[in-house]
């Protein structure tokens, strides 16, 4: 066992369902150790497929892109607006629902996200127009924020000792299979054009699965809330949802429109607002209240560090598969469920990576990140290398993918292990809704920065709009690989300071 994981069994062990106690009702001993074997089964079969349909749905629509920005005649930067609305409400709401879980009870929360989820899919799946999606894409985001923070205290309440290993491992089983079914489902739900539906199936499967888990988690569930609930700090997620937007919208929104002045302004203003945010989460500490971001956590080496290097990986990773995606549709002209299996070899690597990297001895694992981190920049750099010219990459392109995902693999989840390993037990559930709220702020940057990058070359002066040519498209792919490949490089960078504590 490693020492990254040695150092959270503690923490993951410190609560049992035993002691777990809510407004004077006890939750009931692990199946282990009750006999309802069965039970538990089902509660961990609920809360695995609420959170692969919320990753899932956060994939799944970068398949569907090139059909819905032509079906509703959008803008790129409406197309982006469709990908990112969704997880910037996600991001902005994940620690604010692990709050307001402590405070009216995990399952009370859970059905209330898990509802939103499903009533916002039907929304977008039948929307008439850009406006009415993005608006239902950032409900989903926010149903995902309540539901999907849940999920850990969840498995954390109901299984103990060997059971809750597995349900973990389980659990990053399925984060790592989401990304391929994302896109692989996306692709055939698209092709498939279900009663001449289009692009729409996407979102409207959502609603029959999301009600029939709302059905089994009422009934499997455990009620009741945890003894002790921290208050909310609404001024906190205020500043931290404006500076975050003062930073999306105008990389979005700029390169379609020029860079117009506004632009220009709501980016000097980040800095600034960002500034009010730690004046606020300060001001929320000092009247004995507990701030979004408690100072500290960031004090923790392990999880500042972790964290860059986390955001770093993650921006890379969902701007170049927006880019990616565009480019095989629109500029290759492949077709959705074509464009969605090509993405095979890249999840193969993921969970590859995600599985296996525990085996490998505990001092191998901060240099094994730093190399996976450098292995990705070279699955970015070689993809677009290969594909420069507006071929199609032959054989070396899934190659080239797998790469990029064992970079990914070996990288996200052993980071996610460290940034936590040596955080104290009574900030742990702070840190890890950082920790969870990092990755999701990173996709949004992401896209909207190399996927600006992307567009604003593919979608120059001389090239159809909506359909670049197959040249045109590979270059801006390929010229989106450079930065892409920089940040991955700079997440290895990030990890230094580490290395240096640690020889």
Same mark, same amino acid.
């Given at each position: 066992?490693?020492?990254?994981?040695?150092?959270?069994?503690?923490?993951?062990?410190?609560?049992?369902?035993?002691?777990?106690?809510?407004?004077?009702?006890?939750?009931?001993?692990?199946?282990?150790?009750?006999?309802?074997?069965?039970?538990?089964?089902?509660?961990?079969?609920?809360?695995?497929?609420?959170?692969?349909?919320?990753?899932?749905?956060?994939?799944?629509?970068?398949?569907?892109?090139?059909?819905?920005?032509?079906?509703?005649?959008?803008?790129?930067?409406?197309?982006?607006?469709?990908?990112?609305?969704?997880?910037?409400?996600?991001?902005?709401?994940?620690?604010?629902?692990?709050?307001?879980?402590?405070?009216?009870?995990?399952?009370?929360?859970?059905?209330?996200?898990?509802?939103?989820?499903?009533?916002?899919?039907?929304?977008?799946?039948?929307?008439?127009?850009?406006? #009415?999606?993005?608006?239902?894409?950032? #409900?989903?985001?926010?149903?995902?924020?309540?539901?999907?923070?849940?999920?850990?205290?969840?498995?954390?309440?109901?299984?103990?000792?060997?059971?809750?290993?597995?349900?973990?491992?389980?659990?990053?089983?399925?984060?790592?299979?989401?990304?391929?079914?994302?896109?692989?489902?996306?692709?055939?739900?698209?092709?498939?054009?279900?009663?001449?539906?289009?692009?729409?199936? #996407?979102?409207?499967?959502?609603?029959?699965?999301?009600?029939?888990?709302?059905?089994?988690?009422?009934?499997?569930?455990?009620?009741?809330?945890?003894?002790?609930?921290?208050?909310?700090?609404?001024?906190?997620?205020?500043?931290?949802?404006?500076?975050?937007?003062?930073? #999306?919208?105008?990389?979005?929104?700029?390169?379609?429109?020029?860079?117009?002045?506004?632009?220009?302004?709501?980016?000097?203003?980040v800095v600034p607002m960002g500034g009010v945010f730690v004046l606020v989460e300060r001001g929320v500490a000092r009247r004995g209240g507990a701030p979004l971001v408690p100072g500290r956590v960031l004090r923790s080496k392990d999880l500042v560090c972790g964290a860059a290097a986390l955001f770093f990986g993650m921006a890379g990773y969902a701007g170049f598969l927006f880019s990616f995606s565009q480019h095989l549709q629109s500029g290759l002209g492949e077709s959705a469920t074509r464009a969605g299996l090509a993405f095979a070899p890249l999840a193969l690597g993921i969970a590859t990576g995600s599985l296996t990297w525990q085996k490998l001895p505990a001092r191998w694992h901060l240099p094994m990140i730093a190399a996976a981190c450098a292995l990705t920049a070279v699955g970015y750099l070689g993809i677009g290398w290969t594909l420069r010219t507006g071929g199609h990459g032959g054989l070396v392109l899934p190659a080239l993918q797998l790469l990029w995902g064992l970079g990914l693999g070996y990288t996200t989840s052993p980071l996610l292990t460290l940034a936590l390993s040596r955080i104290d037990p009574a900030d742990a559930s702070d840190a890890s809704g950082v920790l969870t709220t990092v990755p999701q702020l990173a996709q949004v940057v992401g896209v909207a920065a190399y996927g600006s990058v992307f567009l604003s070359l593919a979608d120059r002066p001389g090239t159809a709009a909506g359909a670049p040519s197959a040249v045109a498209s590979a270059q801006a792919l390929y010229a989106t690989a450079l930065p892409a490949a920089a940040g991955a490089l700079l997440g290895a960078l990030a990890l230094l300071p580490l290395l240096r504590a640690r020889r």
């Open positions: 066992m490693s020492e990254m994981t040695r150092d959270r069994l503690p923490e993951s062990g410190r609560i049992s369902a035993a002691e777990s106690v809510d407004g004077g009702t006890t939750y009931r001993k692990p199946a282990a150790t009750d006999g309802k074997r069965p039970r538990h089964t089902g509660i961990l079969l609920v809360i695995l497929g609420a959170v692969f349909m919320a990753l899932l749905d956060a994939t799944v629509v970068n398949v569907a892109t090139p059909t819905i920005r032509t079906d509703l005649d959008t803008t790129g930067s409406a197309l982006q607006l469709i990908v990112s609305g969704y997880t910037i409400s996600y991001a902005a709401l994940l620690i604010t629902g692990a709050r307001l879980g402590a405070r009216h009870g995990f399952r009370t929360v859970f059905l209330a996200g898990l509802a939103t989820f499903t009533l916002a899919s039907s929304g977008c799946g039948l929307a008439p127009g850009a406006g #009415v999606l993005i608006a239902a894409r950032a #409900v989903q985001g926010i149903g995902a924020g309540l539901m999907v923070p849940q999920i850990y205290s969840l498995i954390q309440l109901t299984f103990e000792g060997p059971a809750r290993a597995r349900a973990l491992s389980l659990y990053a089983t399925v984060i790592a299979v989401a990304v391929v079914v994302g896109q692989v489902a996306g692709g055939l739900l698209v092709s498939a054009d279900l009663f001449g539906t289009g692009w729409r199936p #996407v979102f409207l499967i959502n609603v029959p699965v999301g009600l029939a888990l709302l059905a089994a988690a009422v009934r499997l569930l455990p009620a009741g809330a945890p003894p002790s609930a921290k208050g909310l700090d609404l001024p906190g997620l205020v500043t931290l949802t404006a500076t975050l937007l003062l930073l #999306v919208v105008p990389l979005v929104l700029g390169h379609e429109q020029h860079r117009p002045l506004w632009t220009t302004l709501c980016l000097s203003a």
